[in-house]
């Protein structure tokens, strides 16, 4: 029986066998299919920013505004938001999830980008129904709309995102199983696909101003630096 020879000479410093790295395993034994997701192809407005989790020990993958995510797989699935929206939905029997991020619920030009909660939720819903979600055994959980920025009330953003999808699942028969929305704090999401398990950090509020700018622009990234069914802990 022939082994595999391995070596270590890697560009990212780990062993391959014939020229290809071995997966990372991470320190709960799970074997890392970052390399894996990165290579698969995406649709429009697919997030596509995967990485290793170290806190959760997953694989994860990051949503940036006008972005959303859908998966039977076993990772972890974030984003942040200030007086931007995620829903999250799950269906426990088809044992599927995916999650959006939505600026705003429709404007001018809106149809067909995912920065509108009127597309996103649209766009979210057919996803998993490709995955075989079905919507009688669909629920959600919202996050988000925050008004981050002291004073600024005028537009009223995160009341009117809340607000949108609230209705929209309403209409669509969707129950919202929880939510933590409004107030003022920006938060981190982690949603678990396949267990609907939720978690949500409230983060410090030290600049508001640069979350809002940066929902905007629709580049989460840079701010980000930081139980099934129908829980929703705080880690």
Same mark, same amino acid.
């Given at each position: ?10 560009? $990212?410093?780990?062993p391959t066998v014939?020229? *290809?790295?071995?997966? #990372?395993? /991470? ?15 995406? $649709? ?6 995967? @990485? ?5 020990? @997953?694989?994860? *993958? #990051?949503?940036?505004?006008?972005? @959303? ?5 076993? /990772?972890?699935? +974030?984003?942040? /938001? ?10 426990? #029997? ?8 939505? +600026? ?6 809106? =149809?067909?980008?995912?920065? @509108?909660?009127?597309?996103? +939720? ?7 129904? $490709? ?5 009688? !055994? ?6 988000g709309g925050a008004?981050? +920025? ?7 953003v995160g009341e009117?995102? !809340? ?37 949500? #950090? ?6 508001? =101003?640069?979350?809002?700018? =940066? ?9 980000? $630096? ?10």
């Amino acid at each position: 029986m022939n082994l595999p020879q391995y070596s270590f000479e890697s560009s $990212k410093g780990r062993p391959t066998v014939a020229g *290809v790295p071995t997966p #990372k395993i /991470l320190a709960n034994g799970r074997v890392s299919r970052v390399d894996q997701l990165k290579a698969q192809s995406r $649709k429009p407005g697919e997030a596509s920013f995967f @990485y290793a989790d170290h806190h959760f020990q @997953y694989d994860a *993958v #990051k949503v940036l505004p006008g972005e @959303y995510f859908v998966s039977n797989e076993d /990772l972890v699935v +974030m984003t942040v /938001l200030g007086s931007c929206i995620s829903a999250c939905i799950w269906d426990g #029997k088809a044992r599927t999830g995916g999650m959006n991020h939505f +600026m705003l619920p429709d404007g001018d030009g809106g =149809e067909g980008s995912g920065r @509108y909660g009127s597309f996103a +939720m649209e766009l979210l819903i057919n996803e998993m129904f $490709k995955l075989g979600a079905r919507r009688e !055994t669909m629920q959600a959980k919202i996050f988000g709309g925050a008004q981050v +920025m002291a004073g600024f009330t005028t537009m009223n953003v995160g009341e009117r995102n !809340t607000e949108f999808v609230l209705d929209y699942l309403s209409t669509e028969r969707i129950p919202v199983v929880s939510q933590d929305v409004l107030d003022i704090h920006p938060r981190k999401v982690c949603f678990f696909p396949v267990t609907g398990k939720a978690l949500v #950090k409230r983060l410090a509020h030290s600049h508001p =101003e640069t979350l809002a700018v =940066e929902e905007r622009r629709g580049n989460a990234a840079s701010v980000a $630096k930081s139980n099934a069914g129908g829980s929703v802990d705080l880690f």
